[in-house]
């Protein structure tokens, strides 16, 4: 592909109605254009078109500015030639040497490269793109943290499982313990080839010391070089004995429910079927996380029929189709019914799915997370949909104070009867109430004083509400009514 220093780069902006500024050209080498323009275009595209679609429209004479502005052509320029012109800046582009100069040799080059023009808002500024860049920053590091605490917990488990299973220290290795039936049996040799593999680790200090000592790498150690993807990998090709072990304590661990004697196994086998599954998923989840993807397309694939329907490709796990169908009555039994779980319809698996799953698990592992308050203040931060006014108060100390008379207000007792005997005796019945209403005044001064420099304000939030918010919402199924649900 062709090779654009900076000026062409911000150039090639411009040429597609982007507004960008002095001020945010001086950012541009910091954001750049790939990973904010490429990541995140799908929001802020209004339509998009083929070389068919390009060829039809010059040819009836439609968009003609828009194309000489998008492929930097000069005025003047016939049909004919500003399509071939086209056609030569598109292989350019992307590299690609025609069978000859004829025009269709050049239609039939770009469509191998199933080439799509994108037609952007005219209301979007590379500041738009910048601002989704960093808020999906800030999001997927509060996402890795709690999926990187699910992955830890699960390794727990596992090692947990063989501890109270009294294996031996080299379980992994012994092609014994896994499936090994003949339709299984290359996965079986993948995981110890994937373990074997974990032992030449160079860098794992556990590792050299064992090799150091001449002694056998045992699995706790190897387990915790593994990924969440690996870890998963291995224990489902482990036989069913510690299959089942290992993942009915993810039950326990990671959701409410209660595998008692009431439960037969039939619907075991589907809890710990659902369990692998989303584990599955958050897996995938987390490489995506890992190697700085956009969130917003999690399990989004390009619809090449129709731009405007967003067609959602699943992850290839077992039973993912009919996962899909009852995913939502299976969260209502892992974490109990909630306003989302209780919908009964098929239910896209998008951001909004794998952040409520990822919230769900470390919720039940811990009450007093603060994770929900993470991730939302993030959505506020960014203004990326219309949640709540954010308000402050500017003086800590005077609010504390203020509490603090507002207590001793309420522990104040009238003393009315001791009052009615002072009336009655005549002689210190004056004194008595001049007493209380000097207490009553000096608790409500105590009050006033610190009521006036306590201050409520709102916070002007940087941004204003995101402009693509429905957009935004078609990718990933997340909007402000999201969140009340998500409790």
């Excluded at 501890?163 to 995981?191: E, H, P, Q, R, W």
């Excluded at 001064?445 to 201050?455: G, L």
Aim: hydrophobic content about 35%.
């Amino acid at each position: 592909m062709q090779v654009l220093n900076t000026k062409k780069l911000i150039e090639n902006i411009e040429r597609k109605g982007i507004y960008i500024d002095a001020k945010d050209k001086r950012k541009f080498k910091r954001y750049n254009y790939y990973q904010v323009i490429n990541a995140y275009k799908n929001i802020f595209v209004d339509k998009i078109e083929d070389i068919d679609d390009i060829r039809s429209n010059i040819v009836n004479g439609r968009d003609i500015d828009r194309y000489k502005k998008s492929f930097n052509l000069p005025d003047g320029i016939s049909s004919e030639n500003m399509f071939i012109k086209i056609c030569q800046y598109i292989c350019k582009k992307y590299g690609r040497q025609p069978e000859s100069n004829e025009i269709e040799s050049y239609v039939k080059e770009i469509k191998k490269i199933d080439y799509y023009h994108h037609i952007y808002s005219n209301r979007v500024r590379y500041s738009d793109f910048i601002r989704m860049y960093k808020f999906e920053h800030e999001l997927r590091m509060v996402l890795l943290k709690y999926v990187l605490i699910i992955e830890e917990s699960l390794k727990n488990i596992f090692v947990s499982s063989l501890n109270d299973s009294k294996v031996s220290d080299v379980f992994l290795i012994d092609i014994g313990n896994y499936v090994s039936d003949s339709k299984k049996i290359n996965d079986t040799i993948d995981s110890i080839k994937l373990v074997l593999e974990k032992q030449k680790n160079k860098h794992s200090k556990p590792m050299e010391r064992k090799k150091y000592q001449k002694i056998y790498i045992p699995y706790w150690i190897i387990i915790n070089e593994l990924t969440l993807k690996e870890t998963l990998k291995v224990i489902n090709n482990l036989s069913d004995s510690y299959y089942n072990k290992i993942y009915l304590a993810c039950l326990e661990c990671f959701t409410n429910m209660k595998l008692g004697i009431n439960i037969d196994d039939k619907d075991k086998k589907t809890y710990i079927s659902k369990m692998r599954n989303i584990l599955e998923i958050i897996a995938n989840f987390r490489n995506l996380l890992a190697h700085n993807q956009p969130l917003y397309l999690f399990n989004v694939k390009d619809s090449k029929t129709s731009f405007k329907s967003i067609n959602y490709e699943y992850p290839k796990v077992k039973d993912q189709k009919s996962m899909n169908s009852d995913t939502m009555s299976i969260f209502a039994k892992f974490f109990g019914s909630d306003r989302y779980n209780s919908r009964t319809q098929n239910v896209k698996i998008d951001l909004s799915w794998i952040i409520y799953a990822i919230y769900k698990i470390i919720i039940t592992m811990d009450s007093n997370s603060t994770i929900y308050t993470e991730i939302i203040n993030i959505f506020n931060k960014y203004s990326i949909i219309d949640i709540k006014d954010e308000k402050i108060i500017d003086d800590f100390d005077s609010l504390e104070k203020l509490l603090e008379s507002i207590d001793e207000f309420l522990k104040y007792e009238y003393n009315t009867e001791q009052i009615i005997k002072d009336i009655e005796k005549t002689s210190r019945f004056k004194k008595s109430i001049k007493h209380e209403g000097i207490i009553i005044e000096n608790l409500k001064k105590d009050i006033k004083k610190y009521r006036k420099k306590v201050c409520i304000k709102k916070v002007s939030p940087k941004y204003n509400i995101f402009q693509f918010s429905n957009k935004y919402f078609e990718y990933t199924g997340i909007d402000k009514n999201y969140f009340n649900k998500l409790k």
